[in-house]
């Protein structure tokens, strides 16, 4: 089924999508700034590692886009998370059929409600690692988007299988959700405050455990909300939470051990903002699970220092 898809960003997830999903046939248009659309418009996608694709993308300013046309079988953001509202907020004049979003933290179905209604979500994450290198080529380390409703998500899914990327459908929105946001919470923590790779952390006890304990807090959350944990590919959340510490980082570890065998080295989209000097989404990401575990009345102190800390070290260098 060929669909209209209007993916809101111009970065490196938006770049693997645009670029797998216009090869396979679909009618693609990344909308960013007017710098991010020269640039796209320069010179075509390279993708390496698990894919291998040269690809022209189509870009154009959202108030561009929005006059000329204004209409997509789905919106897929692709942006980071920050000022998330302030982005979706030109796209209401927007003629979309859905939208779904594979930007981290638990807000983010929120605020595409606000632009489409509450059906017409698609849930989405994605388990799909990329970074850029310098001389402009995206290495890609191939994985699964996980989809759920309320919208149906299955002409998005094969949209999607049929560019070549796996995908996995879900009955349990709300699990999904918090399964993939206690995994970014521990990724997120540990990465940056340590400045270490997932190679780096999965083989050392002390900065493993300190990831299960950040999942784990995240779990009681979502518990005191209704919501468990469950596994899904290269997301073994609900495992995490069911099974022994001493099993949970075996499991790390032997993660660890594959992940040598990597193109790149595994750093978080936060990680590599961090070096990169860029804004960080600590109170989208980290700080909507806080603002979510007090109002459930549940303790997360090692949640709550790696926001507080990170909010710190973002405040000093906005100064």
Not at 249 to 266: E, H, I, M
Request: glycine letters at 10%; charged letters at 20%.
């Amino acid at each position: 089924m060929h669909m209209k898809i209007a993916i809101l960003g111009t970065g490196v997830l938006a770049t693997v999508y645009g670029a797998m999903l216009a090869r396979a046939g679909h009618e693609v248009v990344l909308l960013g700034r007017p710098a991010a659309v020269r640039r796209v418009a320069a010179s075509p996608a390279r993708l390496t590692g698990a894919l291998d694709v040269t690809q022209q993308l189509q870009a154009e300013t959202v108030p561009h886009w929005v006059r000329r046309n204004g209409s997509a079988d789905l919106l897929l953001v692709c942006t980071k998370a920050i000022t998330t509202e302030e982005q979706l907020a030109p796209l209401r004049g927007a003629r979309l059929g859905g939208a779904a979003s594979f930007q981290n933290g638990v807000l983010k179905d929120g605020y595409l409600a606000q632009v489409v209604g509450v059906d017409r979500v698609i849930t989405a994450e994605t388990m799909l690692s990329a970074a850029l290198t310098g001389e402009g080529v995206v290495v890609v380390t191939k994985g699964a988007a996980l989809l759920s409703g309320p919208a149906d998500p299955v002409p998005f899914a094969r949209a999607l299988q049929s560019a070549g990327l796996p995908v996995d459908i879900s009955d349990d929105p709300a699990s999904l959700v918090w399964s993939k946001a206690s995994i970014v919470a521990a990724g997120f923590g540990v990465s940056c405050l340590s400045r270490q790779p997932a190679q780096g952390i999965f083989p050392s006890p002390l900065l493993a455990g300190l990831f299960l304990d950040l999942v784990e807090e995240v779990g009681g959350v979502a518990a005191a909300l209704g919501v468990q944990l469950r596994d899904y590919p290269a997301l073994p959340a609900g495992t995490f939470m069911a099974q022994s510490r001493e099993d949970n980082l075996s499991l790390l570890r032997d993660l660890g051990r594959q992940l040598q065998s990597a193109p790149a080295p595994q750093r978080v989209s936060m990680l590599q903002d961090l070096e990169a000097g860029r804004p960080l989404e600590v109170e989208e990401v980290l700080g909507g699970m806080t603002a979510q575990a007090e109002r459930a009345g549940v303790s997360t102190p090692t949640l709550h220092f790696c926001y507080r800390l990170l909010s710190g070290l973002e405040e000093l260098r906005s100064k």
